[in-house]
Structures are given as structure tokens and as C-alpha cells.
């Protein structure tokens, strides 16, 4: 019984995983006036500063522990929960996005 929980868990986790990834790459090609172009800029360059930041700490993490490597999905998922942040942070600030 409690495998099947964990299932449901993990499941559930990986499809979150996959909206917020689609939700970056459909966000990335949408097209719009400038403030649009200006918010998805600045988002991106955020999240690009953010992306270095959290490689340079996992390899220090990976060179000093001696530790397996990182799961390139949850990375994936990482960066694309930090743009999705970033994103509702400059449109808050800039207006809505068009």
C-alpha cells in the first residue's frame, strides 16, 4: 500500500516537473509589445545569473562530497521553477504581459 502512495507522489511531482518546463518554453516563445519583450528579457537574464549561481554551488557539492552527479531533470525543473518566479516578479513590477 505505501509503494503505491510513493507512486502517486513521485507521479504527481514529475507532472508539475513537466507543466513548469512547458509553461518556460511556451512562455519564451510567445511574441508581444516592447514591456513584454522587456519582462521576458529580464526574467531570462535573472534566471540565466541564477542557473550559473546553482551550477558553480552543485559542482563545489559534487567536487567536495564526492557525490553522485546531478539529475539533470531536476535541474531542468529548478531553473525553469526560477523563471517562472522571476517571471511573476518583473511583471508585477513592469505591468501585465500582452
Not at 516592447?34 to 540565466?48: D, Q, V
Request: glycine share 6%; hydrophobic share 55%; no cysteine.
Amino acid at each position: 500500500m505505501d509503494i503505491t502512495w510513493i507512486s502517486y507522489v513521485f507521479l504527481a511531482a514529475y507532472a508539475v516537473l513537466l507543466a513548469l518546463i512547458g509553461f518556460m518554453l511556451v512562455s519564451l516563445a510567445r511574441r508581444g509589445d516592447e514591456r513584454s519583450r522587456l519582462i521576458r528579457t529580464k526574467a531570462m537574464s535573472a534566471t540565466f545569473i541564477a542557473t550559473v549561481v546553482l551550477l558553480v554551488f552543485e559542482t563545489v557539492r559534487v567536487q567536495a562530497g564526492k557525490q553522485e552527479g546531478t539529475n539533470p531533470l531536476w535541474l531542468l525543473a529548478a531553473v525553469s521553477l526560477l523563471f517562472l518566479v522571476f517571471l511573476i516578479v518583473y511583471k508585477k513590477k513592469y505591468g501585465d504581459l500582452g
